[in-house]
C-alpha cells in the first residue's frame, strides 16, 4: 500500500513561504497526490491536489517531482491562520500518516 | 461545493448510554461515506466505510456491534457509539468521495466525551 512520508513538525515565519515535503515512494501511476490541513478539533480541510503536472491554486501550489515519489506544498505567504497539521495522502489509500505540524511565527 | 454537514459538534454522554452522529451530503449524493476516529495528537485512523443500502465495513479491530453504522439514504449516514465507555471518548469525522478525483470532503468533526 502507498504510504507517505512527512516531518512530525516546522517553522515558519509570517509572510515566508512555507515549504512542506512529503515522500510517497510506492505510488502508483494513477494515484493523485492530496492535501488537506487540519486546524485543532476541526475537520479535514483540503488544500490541493495532483497527478503529474505542478499545480496552483488560491490556497497553495503543488510541486511533483518528475518520479513521482514525492511533492512540495508551498504556501506562498505564511500567516498565523496557516498553523495547523498538514497532511500529504495518496487517494485512494485512506491511510493518513502523523502529517507536518506547521507553526507560523510573528 | 460539495459539503458534509455532522452533527452534534460535541457531545458529553454518561457511561453505558448510546450517542448516535449524524453526517449530511447538503449538495450532491454520498453513495459511500468513511467514518473516522482520531485521538488527541494522533492522525485519523478509518473505521468504517458505509456504503448506502449494503452493510458496512469494519477496519481490523473495530467492534461492529460497538459502533453501529447505518447508510440509509444517499444524504445520510449515521454512526452510533452503543454502551459508550470512557475509553470511546475521541473526535470522530465523517468523509465522503467526491466525483472526478477530487478527493474526500470531511465534516466538522464530533467530540464525543464519556463521563
Known amino acids: 500500500d502507498a504510504k507517505t512520508t512527512q516531518p512530525p513538525s516546522m517553522d515558519c515565519a509570517e509572510g515566508r513561504a512555507a515549504n512542506l515535503p512529503c515522500n510517497h515512494s510506492t505510488i502508483s501511476g494513477n494515484e493523485y497526490v492530496y492535501w488537506y490541513r487540519q486546524i485543532h478539533s476541526q475537520g479535514p480541510q483540503y488544500i490541493i491536489h495532483g497527478l503529474k503536472n505542478n499545480e496552483t491554486n488560491e490556497m497553495a501550489s503543488l510541486i511533483i517531482t518528475e518520479d513521482r515519489k514525492s511533492s512540495t506544498l508551498i504556501l506562498p505567504h505564511a500567516t498565523l491562520r496557516d498553523t495547523a497539521v498538514y497532511y500529504c495522502?495518496?487517494?485512494?489509500?485512506?491511510?493518513w500518516g502523523a502529517g507536518t505540524k506547521l507553526i507560523i511565527k510573528p | 461545493g460539495a459539503v458534509v454537514s455532522q452533527h452534534p459538534s460535541w457531545v458529553i454522554c454518561k457511561s453505558g448510554t448510546s450517542v448516535k452522529i449524524e453526517c449530511r451530503s447538503l449538495?450532491?449524493?454520498?453513495?459511500?461515506m468513511f467514518w473516522y476516529r482520531q485521538f488527541p495528537k494522533q492522525s485519523l485512523m478509518l473505521m468504517a466505510t458505509?456504503?448506502?443500502?449494503?452493510?458496512?465495513?469494519?477496519e481490523q479491530g473495530v467492534e461492529k456491534d460497538k459502533f453501529l453504522i447505518n447508510h440509509a439514504s444517499l444524504t445520510l449516514s449515521t454512526l452510533t457509539v452503543t454502551s459508550a465507555h470512557p475509553e470511546d471518548s475521541s473526535f470522530y469525522i465523517c468523509?465522503?468521495?467526491?466525483?472526478?478525483?477530487?478527493?474526500?470532503?470531511f465534516g466538522s468533526g464530533t467530540r464525543l466525551t464519556v463521563v
Open positions: 449538495d450532491f449524493q454520498a453513495t459511500t
Open positions: 458505509s456504503n448506502e443500502g449494503s452493510k458496512a465495513t469494519y
Open positions: 468523509s465522503a468521495p467526491l466525483p472526478a478525483n477530487y478527493g474526500y470532503t
Open positions: 495522502i495518496v487517494v485512494y489509500q485512506l491511510i
